[in-house]
């Protein structure tokens, strides 16, 4: 998906662009999540900026890409079921309405109400009903055909094999099926960043955390709005044992084809993509105790994704290494929020040779460029 | 509620395949559970048959029901366990296999497992497949056999193979006399391979049989000829058909309507390998015994260790494959398991085997799918019924990047719905393949997850440590 972003970004601008993709199109993390566009979920920060300008570009999205996104603004609860989740909530929401979301502290009682099939105990949460959700395989697959009609070429099946460096700066990379030269090569690979990174010596903090999800059955007339535990913010900013499986709750359905996605995990397991069943059990569990009527529904599949994770946030532009260098890595549950800013970053940086444009300065120009403006360039 | 339980040898699949391997490992000493998700041992064929005739017509004309009692009976005696209505939908670890039984999940431990989890019949799309009247053989079949509920109005068979005649045969029996039957190859086809029936003569009276059943009935079989489109207001009313070449291509000028109330269509089937897949085995393609069949050694051991794979799910081939497949796979997993098995009776077992899927594979070339026949999904077409995704948007996904089912799938939402892909997923894979031009092995096949069939989300949580 970020390659993709990126890509598109890039071609749009003129610049001659590849993306050299593994397996398929949307064949990683950014089929794996849930699509949730969301600033509740956001750490006030770099992470929450990114997000507010990210979230700017989606509704133009569809228009823009010329296919659907399935964009659509459903609303966001996250709920307290302890009195830690409750604690970390308060300070959250404050902070974030200080940066201008539109978040508000919700009662119990208005969670029931905010999504009726909440029947088990909460103390309270917040709630955001700007935030909103995509199909995150559209959203990725949309890029990809927009890159290539602004030109880009996207190679499928096609794994990176080494990086070539000739006196400081990168000439291009090899594949399998051959060598393609370039001035700039830029490691989008998600979970597998650092085994880009080896090839030119660099080593980035970027872990695989892998996320399950469980898809219930087609029904009719579900709440639409999002329901998340707080316990999944606190394995994501860190506040929680950075071990185990970290399950906590979340409810997201998707109107338009009827399901109900069940989350999440926050593990540390390697690259292994495969569902376990004390996680799926967990996951149920925890659905079941806050909305005990989902306990009468079928599961019809599972899946598991890596995220990209990083302690200190995403990682977008210099990373250090050779000249041509940059990185566009490290978006944890993030990424598919985050990716269309950070293709129009990457477009930017790589326009301006990486210089004079930090990520700051950047989103700041963004801030104050018309609203609703994707794509635009910053001046 | 939970279920645990632990055995040496769990065979999943209560068929000829699955029971012929639980009384041949039991025979060798193991302790063997055979788990079914349906109430009553026998799996589809037995099931199927049990009810067909009264007992003394049994006894004079079919000796394969007559066989079904008695490996039952002899399946009990060996001490195997049965556990009907248990659903495996998944495994987590090598070794274990997750099971539902009713709302109650669980854990199933074995040492080795036996899959014999059989075929379901391939649907090959048409316009107008999916009015109400256009059946499935097997749907037909279960509707007469378990629901005594004859299909209404005048009846037409259509497709391929030999499961057609059973199924008139049944309709027979039953009061329904099918009109006609629809047969896509042609005997002439048929004479090239005539001189592999050498030796088959139990299977050749079978046959000769049912074709005596079926012309004293009445009903004229009619060859070289498929449904090409379905019509009707709001339900089935005619369908038209036409005459095919040897690649199934229709014959321009060779239309012809037929009124039709109830149109019972098949071409096959195909091996029913999600679980094989869950467990790691590798496949291969093999479009002969029904496309993706999962590769074994001699004894029937999968490319998993002590994971062995039987009947219908190692390639399409009929009961009697079944049974002498079953058995082998039975022996060879108690040999796994450092069971004294005769090296005579191994030879033996897998000296029946050879035979039987010589003559499995010789019935599959005569009633080979033709390949025209994928020819007639139109592009409005409905491919996948529970999403409503037609050919049109398959093709287009498919040439979009890389022709990948899976990618076709997330484009396209088939196969995400209520039966994940076991009724569309072939004809996804034939239709990206065809659009590009690439094989089968290129554009793979949907990816299986775990649950193999809807369980419920409560049932899973009861499965949670508190
Ligand atoms: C369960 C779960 C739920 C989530 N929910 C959300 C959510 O609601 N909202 C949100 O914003 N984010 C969410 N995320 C996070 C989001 O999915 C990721 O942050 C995002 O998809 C990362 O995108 P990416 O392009 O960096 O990585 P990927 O999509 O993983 O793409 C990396 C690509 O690089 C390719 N690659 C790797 N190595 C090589 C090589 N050597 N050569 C060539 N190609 C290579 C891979 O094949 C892959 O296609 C969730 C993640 C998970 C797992």
């Given at each position: 998906?970020?390659?993709?972003?990126?890509?598109y970004?890039?071609?749009?601008?003129?610049?001659?662009?590849?993306?050299?993709?593994?397996?398929?199109?949307?064949?990683?993390?950014?089929?794996a999540?849930?699509?949730?566009?969301?600033?509740?979920?956001?750490?006030?920060?770099?992470?929450?900026e990114l997000?507010?300008?990210?979230?700017?570009?989606?509704?133009?999205l569809?228009?823009?890409?010329?296919?659907?996104?399935?964009?659509?603004?459903?609303?966001?609860?996250?709920?307290?079921?302890?009195?830690?989740e409750?604690?970390?909530?308060?300070a959250?929401?404050?902070?974030?309405?200080a940066?201008?979301?539109?978040?508000?502290?919700?009662?119990?009682?208005?969670?029931?109400?905010?999504?009726?099939?909440?029947e088990?105990?909460?103390?309270?949460?917040?709630?955001?009903?700007?935030?909103?959700?995509?199909?995150?395989?559209?959203?990725?697959?949309?890029?990809?055909?927009?890159?290539?009609?602004?030109?880009?070429?996207?190679?499928?099946?096609?794994?990176v094999?080494?990086?070539?460096?000739?006196?400081?700066?990168?000439?291009?990379?090899?594949?399998?099926?051959?060598?393609?030269?370039?001035?700039?090569?830029?490691?989008?690979?998600?979970?597998?960043?650092p085994?880009?990174?080896?090839?030119?010596?660099?080593t980035?903090?970027?872990l695989?955390?892998?996320?399950q999800?469980?898809?219930?059955?087609?029904?009719?007339?579900?709440?639409?709005i999002?329901?998340?535990?707080?316990?999944q913010?606190?394995a994501?900013?860190?506040?929680?044992?950075?071990?185990?499986?970290?399950v906590?709750p979340?409810?997201?359905?998707?109107?338009?084809?009827?399901?109900?996605?069940?989350?999440?995990?926050?593990?540390?397991?390697?690259?292994?993509?495969?569902?376990?069943?004390?996680?799926?059990?967990?996951?149920?569990?925890?659905?079941?105790n806050?909305?005990p009527?989902?306990?009468?529904l079928h599961?019809?599949?599972?899946w598991?994704?890596?995220?990209?994770?990083?302690?200190?946030g995403?990682?977008l532009?210099?990373?250090?290494?050779?000249?041509?260098?940059?990185?566009?890595?490290g978006?944890?549950?993030?990424?598919?929020?985050?990716?269309?800013?950070?293709?129009l970053?990457?477009?930017?940086?790589?326009?301006?040779?990486?210089?004079?444009?930090?990520?700051p300065?950047?989103?700041?120009?963004?801030?104050?460029?018309?609203?609703?403006?994707?794509?635009?360039?910053?001046? | 509620?939970t279920?645990?339980?632990?055995t040496?040898i769990?065979?999943?699949?209560?068929?000829?395949a699955?029971?012929?391997?639980?009384?041949?490992?039991?025979g060798?000493?193991?302790?063997?559970?055979?788990l079914?998700?349906?109430?009553?041992?026998?799996?589809q064929?037995?099931?199927q048959?049990?009810s067909?005739?009264?007992?003394?017509e049994?006894?004079?004309l079919?000796?394969d029901?007559?066989?079904?009692?008695?490996?039952?009976a002899?399946v009990?005696?060996?001490?195997?366990?049965l556990?009907?209505e248990?659903?495996v939908?998944?495994?987590?670890?090598p070794?274990?296999?997750?099971?539902?039984?009713g709302?109650?999940?669980?854990?199933v431990?074995?040492?080795?497992?036996?899959?014999?989890?059989?075929?379901?019949?391939?649907?090959?799309?048409?316009?107008?497949w999916?009015?109400?009247?256009?059946?499935?053989?097997?749907?037909?079949?279960?509707?007469?056999?378990?629901?005594?509920?004859?299909?209404?109005?005048?009846?037409?068979?259509?497709?391929?193979?030999?499961?057609?005649?059973?199924?008139?045969k049944s309709l027979?029996?039953?009061?329904?006399?099918p009109?006609?039957?629809?047969?896509a190859?042609r005997?002439?086809?048929?004479?090239?391979?005539?001189?592999?029936?050498?030796?088959?003569?139990?299977?050749?009276?079978e046959?000769?049989?049912?074709?005596?059943?079926?012309?004293?009935?009445?009903?004229?079989?009619?060859f070289?000829?498929i449904?090409?489109r379905?019509?009707?207001?709001?339900?089935l009313?005619?369908?038209?058909?036409?005459?095919?070449?040897?690649?199934?291509?229709?014959?321009?000028?060779?239309?012809?309507?037929?009124?039709?109330?109830?149109?019972?269509?098949?071409?096959?089937?195909?091996?029913?390998?999600?679980?094989?897949?869950?467990?790691?085995?590798?496949?291969?393609?093999?479009?002969?015994?029904?496309?993706?069949v999962p590769?074994h050694n001699e004894?029937?051991?999968?490319?998993?260790?002590?994971?062995?794979?039987?009947?219908e799910?190692?390639?399409?081939?009929?009961?009697h494959?079944?049974?002498?497949?079953?058995?082998?796979?039975?022996?060879?997993?108690?040999?796994?398991l450092?069971?004294?098995?005769?090296?005579a009776?191994?030879?033996?077992?897998?000296?029946?085997?050879?035979?039987r899927?010589r003559?499995?594979?010789?019935?599959?070339?005569?009633f080979?799918?033709?390949?025209?026949v994928?020819?007639?999904?139109?592009d409005?077409?409905?491919?996948?019924?529970?999403?409503e995704?037609?050919?049109?948007?398959?093709?287009?996904?498919?040439?979009?990047w890389?022709a990948d089912?899976?990618?076709?799938?997330?484009?396209t939402?088939?196969?995400?719905?209520?039966c994940?892909?076991?009724?569309?997923?072939?004809?996804?894979e034939?239709l990206?393949?065809?659009?590009?031009?690439?094989s089968?092995e290129?554009?793979?096949?949907?990816?299986?997850?775990?649950?193999?069939?809807?369980?419920?989300?409560g049932?899973?949580?009861?499965?949670?440590?508190?």
């Amino acid at each position: 998906m970020v390659g993709c972003a990126i890509a598109y970004y890039l071609a749009k601008r003129g610049i001659r662009v590849t993306v050299i993709e593994r397996s398929i199109v949307g064949s990683g993390a950014s089929s794996a999540n849930s699509g949730a566009i969301a600033l509740a979920t956001k750490k006030p920060g770099i992470a929450l900026e990114l997000a507010m300008a990210s979230q700017r570009l989606y509704p133009g999205l569809t228009t823009e890409l010329g296919s659907n996104v399935d964009y659509v603004v459903e609303g966001n609860l996250i709920v307290a079921e302890t009195e830690v989740e409750a604690a970390h909530l308060e300070a959250l929401v404050a902070d974030q309405q200080a940066a201008g979301v539109p978040v508000q502290p919700v009662s119990a009682a208005r969670c029931r109400e905010l999504n009726p099939l909440i029947e088990g105990r909460v103390l309270g949460g917040i709630h955001c009903p700007t935030d909103a959700q995509v199909d995150p395989f559209k959203v990725t697959r949309a890029y990809a055909n927009a890159a290539r009609n602004a030109g880009a070429e996207i190679l499928v099946r096609t794994g990176v094999e080494t990086i070539e460096v000739v006196g400081g700066r990168v000439r291009g990379v090899r594949t399998r099926r051959g060598a393609v030269r370039a001035q700039w090569v830029i490691n989008a690979a998600g979970a597998h960043a650092p085994e880009i990174g080896r090839m030119v010596g660099v080593t980035h903090e970027v872990l695989p955390r892998r996320g399950q999800i469980i898809v219930l059955e087609a029904t009719e007339g579900m709440p639409t709005i999002r329901v998340s535990g707080a316990g999944q913010l606190l394995a994501k900013h860190g506040a929680a044992a950075a071990g185990g499986a970290n399950v906590a709750p979340s409810y997201t359905s998707k109107p338009l084809n009827g399901t109900v996605l069940l989350g999440s995990s926050n593990e540390f397991a390697g690259y292994d993509t495969r569902n376990t069943l004390p996680v799926m059990a967990e996951i149920c569990r925890r659905a079941r105790n806050l909305m005990p009527r989902l306990g009468g529904l079928h599961a019809l599949r599972c899946w598991a994704g890596l995220r990209p994770y990083s302690a200190s946030g995403p990682l977008l532009g210099g990373a250090g290494g050779p000249d041509g260098y940059a990185t566009a890595i490290g978006h944890g549950g993030d990424g598919m929020a985050l990716a269309p800013i950070t293709g129009l970053y990457l477009a930017e940086y790589v326009a301006r040779e990486g210089r004079n444009c930090s990520l700051p300065d950047f989103l700041g120009v963004l801030k104050t460029a018309s609203p609703g403006e994707s794509g635009g360039r910053p001046t | 509620m939970t279920v645990e339980l632990d055995t040496d040898i769990a065979v999943v699949g209560a068929g000829p395949a699955g029971l012929a391997a639980a009384l041949a490992a039991a025979g060798a000493g193991a302790r063997v559970t055979v788990l079914d998700e349906y109430p009553e041992p026998g799996g589809q064929f037995y099931k199927q048959l049990s009810s067909e005739f009264s007992v003394p017509e049994r006894a004079r004309l079919d000796d394969d029901y007559t066989k079904g009692d008695e490996l039952l009976a002899a399946v009990r005696d060996a001490g195997v366990t049965l556990s009907p209505e248990t659903l495996v939908w998944g495994s987590f670890e090598p070794g274990t296999l997750s099971v539902m039984q009713g709302h109650a999940a669980g854990t199933v431990r074995a040492r080795s497992i036996i899959v014999a989890s059989g075929a379901y019949e391939r649907v090959v799309a048409f316009p107008g497949w999916d009015l109400p009247g256009v059946m499935t053989p097997g749907g037909v079949q279960t509707l007469v056999k378990n629901q005594q509920v004859a299909p209404r109005g005048r009846i037409v068979l259509g497709g391929s193979g030999p499961f057609l005649l059973a199924v008139a045969k049944s309709l027979i029996a039953a009061g329904a006399k099918p009109a006609v039957i629809y047969e896509a190859t042609r005997p002439l086809e048929w004479l090239r391979h005539a001189p592999r029936l050498w030796g088959h003569w139990d299977r050749i009276s079978e046959a000769l049989h049912y074709r005596r059943l079926i012309a004293a009935a009445g009903v004229p079989v009619r060859f070289g000829r498929i449904v090409v489109r379905a019509e009707g207001d709001a339900r089935l009313e005619r369908v038209v058909l036409m005459e095919c070449d040897g690649e199934g291509r229709p014959i321009p000028g060779t239309e012809q309507i037929e009124r039709v109330d109830t149109l019972c269509i098949g071409y096959g089937f195909v091996p029913s390998v999600q679980l094989a897949r869950l467990l790691g085995c590798t496949h291969r393609y093999e479009l002969r015994r029904g496309g993706w069949v999962p590769e074994h050694n001699e004894e029937m051991e999968s490319s998993v260790p002590s994971v062995f794979v039987t009947g219908e799910v190692a390639g399409i081939g009929g009961a009697h494959v079944a049974l002498a497949e079953g058995r082998l796979a039975g022996l060879g997993a108690a040999r796994r398991l450092g069971l004294q098995v005769a090296d005579a009776a191994m030879a033996d077992a897998r000296q029946e085997r050879l035979t039987r899927r010589r003559f499995g594979d010789l019935v599959n070339d005569v009633f080979a799918l033709k390949p025209g026949v994928y020819d007639q999904i139109g592009d409005d077409t409905l491919v996948c019924r529970c999403e409503e995704v037609t050919a049109r948007q398959i093709r287009e996904a498919a040439t979009e990047w890389g022709a990948d089912v899976n990618f076709v799938k997330g484009v396209t939402r088939c196969g995400m719905g209520y039966c994940q892909g076991r009724v569309c997923g072939g004809m996804v894979e034939e239709l990206t393949a065809r659009t590009v031009g690439c094989s089968r092995e290129a554009v793979g096949a949907f990816r299986v997850r775990p649950p193999l069939k809807p369980v419920q989300v409560g049932s899973l949580a009861d499965l949670a440590r508190e």
